[in-house]
């Protein structure tokens, strides 16, 4: 008892120590964030550092900004920001207000802008229309951005947003990783998309969702039965980041896949569609034929469908998005298995005739019969073909609300649902196997600006995928 005791008061004792630290402390410090990140120097003309200049940071689409201002030696800091378009608005007493607005800002990044301030009344505003592309100077991680254009507009074969993964240099797909009907074998390695980060196995991986981590129950890409993942509407954009990321991420050894949903603006936007895939115009396989033996197409349909709104409930500091999507598909797929011929059930085999046991002549009719074309008086097999049925009905939504208390409070929720059923026949086509995948998670975040160094997020997120 007095072991445990004292090691309490030593864990105590250095937590207080290290709170203290972190209260005093006047340089900045990292800490896992799911937004961006902006931070700078703001100077004269001469060089020195402007102490105490206002910093305010506002977000074009939704209007709410964030002010700070500048310490001893001029920095400036504003951590966790909503990916977007910013206008940035420097102030200080015997200044000219100096603004630079179309600030992109990407998730994960951690942009560095600098600006030079010249004497000037305070009536006076210095305007910056075309900013250059903010260099990433501040951290040393290799990543890429997939932005929202690029997310909503490249088309997808099934609308999976990770699929655009490898588009990214260091990035490839394991394409023999992924067979829908591979029963028991692919829940063992999980749904989602099999990739390769900077040669990394795929189970090595981390996918974020705005912040939280929503790998599968194989440590693997999420995914439904069909191996994708849905919501490409909800997504506002995603990094890739491959390689020097830093320990904020952590729980990885190979990359990271940090992905942000959509918020909703002061204007409101909405999108509905339906994509039809099917097998009119498709060539027959080499090995589909019907139970008769005939050549025969196999059947194909899929209808996504779907739909996204989004606006304010209150404007400039209530905001909602929702996304919808649904899949069903019947896809046919060649099947087939030996099965005893006609002969040989009753007892005529190449061999010679035999006497079919009563007790074991039951068993047959589990086989099915092969087609005449298919016997062969050579063989006690023959083979039956058929052409089953995979059937996939999936339904997967996603909601999103962020609300701004005051300019030092905020707080976002999100939350989705992904439910989906997978059923193919067995090689006798007697009896239906598949899996039902549900998905689904919860996201809070709350952010409070202590003061212009100090800034602090608290983030609850539960994330399950049940396989079954």
Known sequence: M???????????????????????TPAPIQAQVSGASLSGTVNDTSGAPLVGAKVAIENLATGVSRDTATDASGFYTAPNLLPGTYEIAISAPGFATEVRKGVTLTVGGQSTINFTMRVGAVTEKVEVTEEAPVVQTSSSDISAVVNSTTVRELPLNGRSWTDLSNLQPGVTRVESAFNAAAGADRGERGFGAQISISGGKPVQNNYRLDGVSVVDFANGAPGSVL???LGVDAIQEFSVI??????????????????ITRSGTNGFHGSAFEFLRNSAVDARGYFDVDPNGKPTKAPFRRNQFGGSAGGPIVKDHTFIFGDYEGIRQAKGVAAGVQVPSDKARTGQLVAGTVT????????????????????????DTARFSFAGQQITHEDFFTVRADHKFSDRDSIFGTFFRDDANFSTPDGLDQVRNGHHINRKAIIIEET????????NSVRFGYSVVGAF
């Open 2 to 24: 007095r072991v445990r005791m004292l090691g309490t008061f030593k864990t105590g004792l250095a937590m207080l120590v290290l709170l203290v630290w972190v209260i005093v």
């Open 227 to 229: 191996g994708v993942s």
């Open 242 to 259: 491959t390689t020097n990321y830093s320990a904020d991420y952590g729980r990885t050894s190979g990359g990271v896949v940090n992905a």
């Open 356 to 379: 079919v046991d009563p007790a074991a002549a039951q068993y047959l009719a589990f086989w099915p019969h092969a087609p005449a074309s298919a016997q062969d008086p050579t063989s």
């Open 448 to 455: 409070h600006s202590f003061s212009n160094a100090l800034l």
